[in-house]
């Protein structure tokens, strides 16, 4: 299964901003899907977006959409989210997740392989 490491986590500010990356061992039709996913302390997992290696632009989910864009880079085989105007309420750990498809409903389920996490706090 592809292997998935993320990175560019960690301590900022409200209204501050972040890039996380997610690299990827290898580029595949079952792992032709993309996702961001966050966990906060006592919540479920929550789709954050998501992107395809052969599709086009990458989409947020609606709860963070306008401040969050996800892109990708396939000569690097490497996802990014790009986290704008952080808010408290944004802290989590962040994993990012392959699999066959993606799409705005998109749940934890429906990906195969999960990178380690990567812990984003926004501090008040």
């Known amino acids: 299964q592809v292997q998935l490491v993320e990175s560019g986590g960690g301590l900022v500010q409200t209204g501050g901003s972040l890039r996380l990356s997610c690299a990827a061992s290898e580029r595949t039709w079952s792992s032709n899907a993309m996702a961001w996913f966050r966990q906060a302390p006592g919540k479920e997992r929550e789709f954050v977006g998501g992107i395809a290696w052969t599709g086009g632009n990458g989409f947020a989910a609606d709860s963070v959409k306008g401040r969050f864009t996800i892109s990708r880079d396939n000569a690097r085989n490497t996802v990014y989210l790009q986290m704008n105007n952080l808010k408290p309420e944004d802290t989590a750990v962040y994993y990012c997740?392959?699999?066959?498809?993606?799409?705005?409903?998109?749940?934890?389920?429906?990906?195969?392989?999960w990178g380690q996490g990567t812990q984003v706090t926004v501090s008040v």
């Open positions: 997740a392959a699999g066959s498809f993606v799409h705005p409903r998109s749940r934890p389920a429906d990906f195969r392989s």
